[in-house]
């Protein structure tokens, strides 16, 4: 154990701990946070502090749960498995995990440096009208309550159950009933995808974006700002005879099914996002401000139309190497292209520099107590600014009409909503409910808690 300061991927907080600890197993994390209660210690655990909010700050003890890792057990089901992993497994280990037993998760975010835990516990989500957030995936948690002990619970638990509910709170709630340590994942035979980038007009894409979400499996699209372009990123199951075609193509090249990861790498992951060539770019946009109208049309310029078929894990995934900072925020979907109109209006308006483009997804509706798309269909908008250049201006610009728009905020993502904001959106007194009963001592609460969830 030792005292070591902790800071968010995206720099936006840092915290230095009394104490951090890394247990082997559930045994030893069921007696640290026994222990921790018992002194009086607040608990919070840390996945890859890949949140930009304040999630995982804690003055007390954190937890890091990389010894809790890899799969348990695995379950076949007509429609894919159950497989139960440690909590702190991370997604790109939990991909090659699947992979290598012909499964897949049914979907996945843009990236997949996150634990698992971590995760669900935000509410990440990647793209899909037909498709659920992570949380979506879980069908059961083992979660260390306030006292140290090991509760089971799944959606098999009755529903209005007190494991039931505590189960809804655990699989998406800020670890703010407990520390999880492991996960039942549902997941699916292994699949590829066709991806499809193609470079069209700003208002074809915003007019026409509920034709785009529905017609696709995935759907993502990218905009400079600046810019009157957007580039669109759907992605379609492929069929079987696809499936045989592309397998007989790799085998085909030697045996290149290992090389797909590098041939699914997209043209905006490739020349785009990841690269060195953005962070050039963002360099010279820090440094000199007023060159970002031209670098955005620079950045957009490089995009073209391209389509390649890879597993699954490897077209939804990108790398993300250039830091920023992020505000994301789910609208009912019918509020999107007013959103978009307004946001854009705004940038043209202020003359607000933003190197970093402005990104569209979409998700199904569910019924997870604290998701983002609870009981609605959802289109999620994020802005971005380069982690060396001000933001403030730009995300209360953005924040005041995602509000408007009815819009509730990605609990790993900047914002600046409370508890009392929030309650018209999500039955935070069930929450509130249920943490009283498992975590009388508050030892799970820090600041963000308190201020999204509320002081139960
Ligand atoms: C480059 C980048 C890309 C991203 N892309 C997406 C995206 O495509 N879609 C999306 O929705 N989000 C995205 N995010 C946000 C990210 O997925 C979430 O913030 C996620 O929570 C990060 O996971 P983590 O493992 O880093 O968790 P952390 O940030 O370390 O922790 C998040 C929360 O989970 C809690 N927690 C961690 N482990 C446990 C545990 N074992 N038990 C209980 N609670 C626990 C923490 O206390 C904290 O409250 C992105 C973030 C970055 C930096």
Redesign the pocket.
Known sequence: MCAVTFT???GTFTATPARRAAPRDEAELSALVARAAAEGLRV??????????D??VTDGLL?G?DH?SGVESVERTPDGALVTVG??T?LHELNALLRERGLAMRNL???D???V???I??????TGARLG?LATQVRGVR?VVGDGTVRAVSDADAPGSPERELFEVARLG??SV????AVTLDVVPAYLLRSTERVRPWSEVVDGVDALFDGHHRMDAYWFPGTDRMLTWTHDVVDHAGTAAYEASRRGVGGALRRAGHAARSLLDEEVLANGALGAIMQVAAAAPRTVPRLNALSAAVLGDRTHVAPSDRVMVTR?RVR?V?M?YALPRAELAGVLTELSGWLAASGELVPFPVEVRCTAPDDVWLSTARGRASAYVAVHQYHRMPYRRYFDAAEKIFVAAGGRP????LHTRTAADLAEHYPLDDVARVRSVVDPGGVFRNA??DRVLGTA
């Open positions: 968010t991927w995206g919070r655990a840390v996945g890859a502090g890949h949140s930009f909010t999630a995982a937890l749960l809790l909590a702190g991370r975010g843009d990236i440096r996150q634990s835990a971590g995760a516990s935000t509410g990440t989500h990647g957030g979660v800020l670890g407990g520390i999880l340590s993300r920023f992020e994301e990605h609990w790993g993502k963000y808690v």
